[in-house]
């Protein structure tokens, strides 16, 4: 008898991402990183930037997320993100000028001109993006 997987919809304003089976799926919770297997109890977190993760199969995939919320029931994780990206998806080379313009941004310091926090979340995309591109 095979055992039971959970069902993954990972979607964005745009588009769905990803629809599919997993064994275990891992995320990145505002108050750190949370794992789900099926029969978790429900609940739903909202998500920071960062990276997540799916098994299935003995096989896993990666995937960026820019924020969100994550839908936790005993037989689904739904994924509802500003921005999700699976790392066969990702640029590797707009990761890295994203990264610089960020740094840019950061380096000169803060100014009237520069909105801090949004040049935080601009390099912690890209490191994010960079890193799950290369997996």
Do not use: N
């Not at 069902?7 to 995320?27: F, Y």
Request: glycine content about 10%; hydrophobic content about 45%.
């Amino acid at each position: 008898m095979a055992e039971k997987q959970l069902l993954l919809e990972v979607v964005t304003p745009d588009r769905m991402v990803l629809s599919t089976e997993a064994d275990v799926v891992v995320c990145p919770g505002v108050e750190g990183q949370f794992g789900v297997l099926v029969g978790h109890i429900p609940f739903l977190s909202a998500l920071d930037i960062g990276e997540m993760y799916y098994k299935a199969g003995g096989k896993t995939e990666y995937l960026a997320v820019s924020g969100g919320f994550a839908e936790v029931t005993g037989a689904k994780v739904t994924i509802v993100a500003e921005a999700a990206e699976l790392g066969h998806m990702i640029d590797i080379e707009r990761a890295k000028r994203a990264r610089e313009r960020a740094e840019k941004r950061l380096a000169a310091g803060k100014t009237a001109d520069i909105d801090w926090i949004r040049a935080e979340a601009a390099l912690r995309r890209s490191l994010v993006r960079a890193k799950v591109a290369g997996r």
